[in-house]
């Protein structure tokens, strides 16, 4: 079962930042907070991952409340080609990665 | 780096045949994972492997569905016999331990 909750379907206008949330309020220490997201008819995508510290890479940033229990996607500059299903997934280190629903984002013109 | 390579893209056929998807990991990766998705269930987890060895098949339907990692470049997903609930997009990733998934391109299969 997934372990993660998220909104089934959110908007962003194009070129503002996009703020996807997830509560993961039942992780453990040692569970990691992935994101992925796929286009129409892709595979799923790598977005980023984090422990408990903030992260930031070339697609996105990640940040992760103190107690752990929820964290925010962010995407600073959504552009039309963001639009997707957004999955937030809680992993153990060794742990297979198990998809939920996912967010289905809509980017608007 | 080509990515996760599937073959074939698509596939379509009778009920009752045998099925081959195909899989080549990027190199370096030591696990592999099959995933099937529909639109009812999803993304499901089939069965995966570390260093060629199956780990956890928990997920495979039945036992119509069988898979082989028979080398860290190549595995299969095969389904004897076919049925149309089969009809799915099948996808192969792979990773290194902790490090995010890869996905192929997918298989669409549709079985008539």
């Known amino acids: 079962d997934a372990k993660t909750t998220q909104p089934t379907s959110m908007d962003c206008a194009e070129g503002r930042a996009a703020n996807l949330p997830c509560n993961h309020s039942?992780?453990?220490?040692?569970?990691?907070v992935y994101w992925y997201r796929q286009i129409h008819s892709q595979g799923p995508q790598y977005i980023i991952h984090?422990?408990?510290n903030n992260e930031t890479n070339e697609m996105a940033s990640l940040i992760i409340t103190e107690d752990r229990k929820s964290s925010t996607l962010i995407l600073p500059h959504a552009t039309l080609r963001d639009t997707a299903v957004y999955y937030c997934i809680v992993r153990g280190r060794d742990d297979k990665i198990i998809f939920g629903k996912g967010t289905r984002l809509h980017i608007l013109p | 780096d080509a990515g996760v390579i599937q073959s074939p893209r698509h596939e379509v056929t009778e009920m009752g045949q045998e099925v081959t998807l195909r899989c080549k990991p990027i190199s370096g990766h030591n696990s592999l994972f099959w995933y099937r998705q529909t639109m009812m269930r999803g993304l499901e987890l089939l069965i995966y492997?570390?260093?060629?060895?199956?780990?956890?098949d928990s997920g495979m339907p039945e036992d119509r569905f069988s898979a082989k990692m028979p080398n860290a470049s190549f595995s299969t997903l095969k389904i004897q016999p076919s049925e149309p609930r089969d009809s799915a997009v099948y996808f192969c990733?792979?990773?290194?331990?902790?490090?995010?998934?890869?996905f192929g391109s997918g298989t669409r299969l549709t079985v008539v």
């Open positions: 039942t992780i453990s220490g040692n569970e990691y």
């Open positions: 984090g422990l408990k």
């Open positions: 990733a792979s990773s290194r331990r902790t490090d995010g998934y890869t």
């Open positions: 492997f570390n260093n060629n060895v199956p780990i956890d």
